[in-house]
């Protein structure tokens, strides 16, 4: 994260990383850091892991669909990067657990949903006028990383 936020960025999320989950394999973890700057100069670093339950489906769209959301949400609450990303996630998991029934339906009884039924912008367009998106209930596990952790603890070599 220190190395991305070297290269300029003062906000950084990774999302699905493969990083090993303290939950287990049924997890999957996203990591964000955020740099702020106090008044009197100095830089304070805000650093969070969210673990997600892993979802039994490959979806079309949700780089986008996330990217988007979390765009909207730091704008909305930009100087706490664990809020926006909580809500994005939140509202990430509604969608692509409704993505998931809309899919089934489609496929029909005993059949696998298809990579275009999995497709979260088609879902999404139906969800559009619902609350789920833009006022998600929590459904995430995070927590605020101390700043006296090194980024190590995040990263195995």
Not at 93 to 111: D, F, M, N, P, S
Request: charged share 25%; net charge positive; with cysteine.
């Amino acid at each position: 994260m220190d190395v991305l936020h070297r290269m300029g960025p003062d906000t950084v999320v990774i999302t699905s990383s493969d990083l090993p989950s303290p939950k287990g394999s049924d997890y999957l973890m996203a990591l964000g850091s955020q740099r702020m700057r106090k008044p009197d100069g100095s830089t304070v670093t805000q650093r969070i892991r969210m673990e997600m339950r892993k979802l039994d489906a490959v979806f079309v769209g949700t780089g986008d669909l996330f990217a988007a959301m979390l765009l909207a949400w730091t704008h909305k609450h930009p100087d706490n990067l664990k809020v926006a990303c909580e809500k994005t996630v939140s509202a990430m998991q509604h969608v692509l657990q409704r993505t998931i029934r809309c899919a089934k339906a489609e496929a029909g009884e005993g059949q696998k949903p298809s990579p275009a039924q999995l497709d979260c912008k088609v879902c999404l367009r139906a969800m559009m006028k619902l609350d789920i998106v833009f006022l998600p209930e929590s459904r995430v596990s995070d927590r605020l990383c101390p700043e006296n952790v090194p980024t190590r603890y995040f990263f195995k070599k």
